[in-house]
Structure formats: structure tokens, C-alpha cells
T-cell receptor
Framework: DTGVSQDPRHKITKRGQNVTFRCDPI?????LYWYRQTLGQGPEFLTY????????KSRLLSDRFSAERPKGSFSTLEIQRTEQGDSAMYLC????????????FGSGTQLSVL | QKEVEQDPGPLSVPEGAIVSLNCTYS??????FMWYRQYSRKGPELLMY????GNKEDGRFTAQVDKSSKYISLFIRDSQPSDSATYLC????????????FGTGTRLKVLA
């Protein structure tokens, strides 16, 4: 399978704990995106990378959220001191620079904060 | 005013019906217009995209963009039960960002 891979698929944590998610994009894709989706809503933009550079970050994103993409390959999204409002599906997507506008999404990580 | 408005549905239609899905937007800088389909517990997948205005057809799917009204549509002909999913409109501007803005999604159920 050469699609976008996300790990873990599900994460249950207690309020106040830190969590980290991983995304492996399609290998030739240099643009990588993180979105958050809650039930009944569309994906909400969090941040995106071009290679290893984080080029844009949502103003709605609190300082508890941080994302990295070392060496321009896989990416991690960390949430510190989780809150119940962080419960959501976290989606990763990638695309090639140039080419068409197609984002390839992974199946997401479902986070539940108890 | 929200940047993108999309009726969440749900929309239930009989098999074989023509389905019309719509979004309105407020950002005049949007130049890329997309429709994604999302099945339960899966990531969205791109169905169609259009640059600037006009119509685009792909099999049973037709996308239309009316920039003067800031309104986009997706038509599904001969709808099938397998089309039951959430349909998301998405937009990108050309003003120095590669961020995609999504609508809330419309849940569609095609009844056999």
C-alpha cells in the first residue's frame, strides 16, 4: 500500500496527558497537511509543511499543539496537556508540489480524551 | 459570515435519482474548487476539482462553479447506494497560501 499512513488509528488518553501521532505521506509528496475533524463537521486546517518547513499554522491552534517534519519525510503532531475538547479525528494529507490539487488523506487517528 | 456554507443534510434519495449538492462561499480569492467524498471512518477522497469557473464532467459526476454568485454545485446522476457518504466542498485561494478550506459536509443516503 503506497497511500498515506497514520498511526495509531485510535488513541484513548486521560485529560492532562501528552499524545503524539505519526503520519507517513506518499513518498514523492513534499507537501504535508494536518487537519482536525469533529463529528458532523468538515476537516479544520491545523498546519502544513513543504518539505521540512512548516509554512502555515492555524491561528486557532493553541500553543499545546506542535507539529514537526524532520528531513521532510514523516511528520508528528503532538498535543500537550490534552483537554476533552481535543477529542476529534486527526487527519493527515499529502500532495505533490505542482501537479493537480489532489490531497491524499490517511484514515486518521481518532483521539478520545477522558 | 462563515467563509464556506454547506447544508449538512442528511439528504435521502431513491436509487437512480439525480442528486444536487451545493456550497456557497464568501472569499473572492478562492480559485480552486473541489469536491471530496468521505465514507464513515475514512479520510476524504477527491472526486473532482475545477480551476476558476465553469463546468467539469466525469462519468456520473458534474461539478459547476458560478463565481459571480460564489456558488458551487456537484450533481450526481443515476445515484447508487454506494454513493451514500458525506460530500465535502473544498476551496483554495491563490493569494499566497496552500491551505484548503472545507465545508461542513452534506450526508447523502441513496436508498435501494
Amino acid at each position: 500500500d503506497t497511500g498515506v499512513s497514520q498511526d495509531p488509528r485510535h488513541k484513548i488518553t486521560k485529560r492532562g496527558q501528552n499524545v503524539t501521532f505519526r503520519c507517513d505521506p506518499i513518498s514523492e509528496h513534499n507537501r504535508l497537511y494536518w487537519y482536525r475533524q469533529t463529528l458532523g463537521q468538515g476537516p479544520e486546517f491545523l498546519t502544513y509543511f513543504q518539505n521540512e518547513a512548516q509554512l502555515e499554522k492555524s491561528r486557532l491552534l493553541s500553543d499545546r499543539f506542535s507539529a514537526e517534519r524532520p528531513k521532510g519525510s514523516f511528520s508528528t503532531l503532538e498535543i500537550q496537556r490534552t483537554e476533552q475538547g481535543d477529542s476529534a479525528m486527526y487527519l493527515c494529507a499529502s500532495r505533490r508540489q505542482g501537479g493537480d490539487e489532489k490531497l491524499f488523506f490517511g484514515s486518521g487517528t481518532q483521539l478520545s480524551v477522558l | 459570515q462563515k467563509e464556506v456554507e454547506q447544508d449538512p443534510g442528511p439528504l435521502s434519495v431513491p436509487e437512480g435519482a439525480i442528486v444536487s449538492l451545493n456550497c456557497t462561499y464568501s472569499n473572492s480569492a478562492f480559485q480552486y474548487f473541489m469536491w471530496y467524498r468521505q465514507y464513515s471512518r475514512k479520510g476524504p477522497e477527491l472526486l473532482m476539482y475545477t480551476y476558476s469557473s465553469g463546468n467539469k464532467e466525469d462519468g456520473r459526476f458534474t461539478a459547476q462553479v458560478d463565481k459571480s454568485s460564489k456558488y458551487i454545485s456537484l450533481f450526481i446522476r443515476d445515484s447508487q447506494p454506494s454513493d451514500s457518504a458525506t460530500y465535502l466542498c473544498a476551496f483554495r485561494s491563490t493569494s499566497g497560501t496552500y491551505k484548503y478550506i472545507f465545508g461542513t459536509g452534506t450526508r447523502l443516503k441513496v436508498l435501494a
